[in-house]
């Protein structure tokens, strides 16, 4: 029996790192907009294709220590992180739910936002092939599996005394989670825009907010954005500070300074406030803590505060 379970296990592994290939390909491709099916893999500096025993996960980056075989450019470190990244979550999916309809469920979402997450920190977009596609994902998943929260089977008894189908249910909560994350993240960006009169984060975000919450429903849709908030309030500020310690753009303040604008260390930190920090990266990596790691952390909440 433990044979059979380390195998499967094993197979699981290896499945994640080929589902993590295919998302480097989405994560380089679809923001330009480019098949995903073809052509196949290329190096992007030669063009020359990339030989099948070069195109192993993480294996063929490792043999060729991060170089092409033709003209010896470099291979982003990225590939292997994400291929890696990908088969870990896999295998915590499949250890966590077994293969189950929740495991699926949670598959797909951890998949669509490891693009979202790196595409947007790479690029700073978030695709609307990715995000609207996550969507439709989303609201299936949910009639299948509906969110925990089970707000819209509560509302329905109220409203009509009696029992929703458990599909119906869950599309409501999904629906209900998609519609709050998506316009309060939309106010949120309409009250910066009239405070600071420039635009504070794109609508790319709003859309990724209505996929998370067509995946989670309104209660971990929020916490998603709370958590969002924290990540990148923390993390810009510390960057802001690494910016202006490193001497960030210093020539440009010295410029700044000489046309009277201010003194260089005050435009060197105005500079280095200015700096775009990608918001859809922490709302995806805070949509995955909420996600798995939300459950966990309420378990132990319950059991040190003797609830459980």
Known sequence: MWQSRIVLTALVFLFGLVIGSFLNVCIV?????????????????????????????VVSWLLLRGRCRDCAAPISPWYPAIELLTALFFLWCYRTFGISRVGFKWLFFGCLLIVLTVTDLRTRLLPDAVTWTGFGIGLAFSAAVPPQDGIAWELIWRVLHRLAPSPVAGLA????????????LWLAGWLYR??????????????????????????DTF?????????????????IFLLYAGGWKRKVA????????????????????????????????AALLVTFLGPVAMAWWLLRTGRG
């Open 194 to 219: 009239i405070w600071r009169r420039r635009e504070g984060m794109g609508f790319g975000d709003v859309k990724m907010m209505a996929m998370v919450g067509a995946f989670l429903g309104l209660r």
């Open 29 to 57: 491709r679809i923001p330009e907009e480019q098949s995903i099916v073809r052509p196949g893999s290329r190096c992007p500096r030669c063009g020359k294709p990339i030989r099948f025993y070069d195109n192993v996960p």
């Open 254 to 285: 010295e410029r700044a300074s000489q046309r009277g604008l201010g003194s260089v260390n005050s435009m060197r930190c105005v500079l280095a406030s200015q700096y775009q920090l990608p918001f859809g990266t922490f709302l995806g990596i």
């Open 223 to 239: 916490l998603t954005i709370l958590v969002g908030t924290v990540l990148g309030s923390v993390i810009g500020l510390a960057i």
């Open 173 to 184: 909560d999904a629906l209900i989670g998609a519609l709050f994350g998506s316009l309060l």
